[in-house]
């Protein structure tokens, strides 16, 4: 039971606009990490992307989270993507040793964080060597917790079903990137070239060396179908 108050032990309370930067209030919103990873894999400055949301939120103090709890978010998500890759690898190697015609391939960084997983199993190489002919590339969905491309390449069998040839997780999206996965396909198929290549991406379809890399197989039919 208390018996004396003393006034000068006790102390203000803090400014409202600053509660946010309490330990126990700072957190980042999930709409806002994925915002900054996207920023973050355009090129763009950690303190630049703080300025941003910030200003998107009104002002720095209707931001509850610093710039170091940005770093540390950015530090956890490169360590999820190194360990979880690292599983994935194993689980291609135990694979191959049911499946001895999976191909797959990884490239990573000076600091050893994945680049780039290309993969395929042999029915997958199979149905290329049939259907091969067009070829249909896909790097737009992300919706995955790393934010990251999943690239299909796909294809349409006899029966007009979708059958894919070979899929890819990509964190850096470069055209160095793009250009490997391109040859890794090649590789995996024996260096059979499709004569149609279908895509919905200008950009990787003109710029990110698929009609180059093709192009030194075979003519390249490229159809650059945009979805509106």
Not at 14 to 33: I, N, S, Y
Not at 47 to 52: E, L, N, S, V
Not at 177 to 203: E, F, N
């Amino acid at each position: 039971m208390a018996c004396d108050f003393v006034e000068s032990h006790n102390h203000d309370c803090l400014d409202p606009r600053l509660v946010g930067f309490l330990p126990t209030h700072r957190k980042m919103a999930e709409a806002d990490a994925s915002q900054m990873n996207n920023m973050k894999d355009a090129g763009i400055s950690t303190p630049h992307i703080y300025a941003m949301l910030a200003n998107q939120a009104g002002g720095y103090e209707n931001v509850n989270y610093s710039l170091r709890d940005m770093y540390n978010e950015i530090a956890r998500r490169r360590r999820h993507v190194l360990g979880d890759a690292r599983e994935a690898l194993r689980y291609l190697k135990n694979q191959k040793a049911e499946d001895t015609n999976l191909y797959y391939e990884h490239i990573v960084n000076a600091k050893g964080v994945l680049r780039a997983l290309f993969w395929c199993d042999g029915r997958s190489q199979l149905d290329y060597e049939v259907f091969g002919d067009v070829l249909a590339f896909d790097a737009t969905y992300k919706k995955n917790k790393y934010l990251c491309p999943v690239v299909v390449f796909s294809g349409v069998n006899r029966h007009n079903q979708t059958v894919v040839f070979g899929s890819a997780l990509v964190t850096d999206e470069s055209k160095e990137v793009y250009v490997w996965l391109l040859h890794q396909l090649l590789a995996a198929m024996r260096g059979k070239a499709p004569v149609s290549v279908i895509t919905d991406d200008y950009v990787l379809g003109t710029s990110f060396g698929m009609p180059q890399v093709i192009l030194e197989t075979q003519n390249l039919h490229l159809c650059l179908r945009r979805v509106c």
